[in-house]
């Protein structure tokens, strides 16, 4: 991550910009985010990131009343500006700063906005997956919410590392593919593309939402077996692009080039 960060109306160092202790964000993680692309400077489907905020916020009861679409996009470009960053990532996070029930305390502020920024995330050329030994409960009621409470899925990415794999692909209770540990999943087999429905539980990525735009596909509930038989596997996510798997399960993939890999272009 890069040194300055916008927190509220101003640029900080990181070492200080600090939420409340007692904020419902720092007890228990309520907070929504998105992170962006940035190309060139550019902020890559912006109006899409922007879009699902809104929706993330008021679905977990955030309020964004003291923010326009306007204002956060041009502290972003302050951020990336100020970081001189080109070509990277950018985090958008609005933590829930008022207090709570259950831990009751005097707050002014309802919510609080940060941005971070940092280069793009080093990917293998020999990119290996498989599937996750956790679940992803499509129940929940944080199923495809981009919520700051991340700890479930940094446990099972880090459990994915620890079996040899770069990324896990997970299933939902039912059995369906839904998606990887931080990344939405497409799939090639006799020529047709596949991703799983939003009903799966999976997150609505905003490159994932991009590629169905662009690409013709067809979005299933299907069970794990579809990937052991498929020819190519993709992740996609704003913070990795789209990566073509090497290997699922220890099984050599096709790397075969198709057009989903030219889609984004050139940085």
Known sequence: MHENVFYDSRIFSAHIALINSFSSASLYGKGVFTTISVRTKKLFLWEKHWSRLL???LAVKIDLVDFSEETVKNALYQIVEKNKLLNGR???TFFDESSSNLWPFESSR??????????CREIPDNFRTGISTFQINSTSPLAGIKSCNYLDKILTLDDAKTRGFDEAVCLNERGEITSACMANIFWLKDGNLYT????????????REFVIENIECLEVESGSEALDETDSIFLTSAGIGIVQAAEFNGRKLSRRPHEILALLGPS
């Open 90 to 92: 950018a985090r958008i």
């Open 110 to 119: 309802k919510t609080s906005l940060l941005i971070t920024t940092a280069d």
């Open 196 to 207: 799983p429905s939003l009903k799966t539980g999976c997150l609505p990525g905003t490159t």
């Open 55 to 57: 929706l993330n916020a």
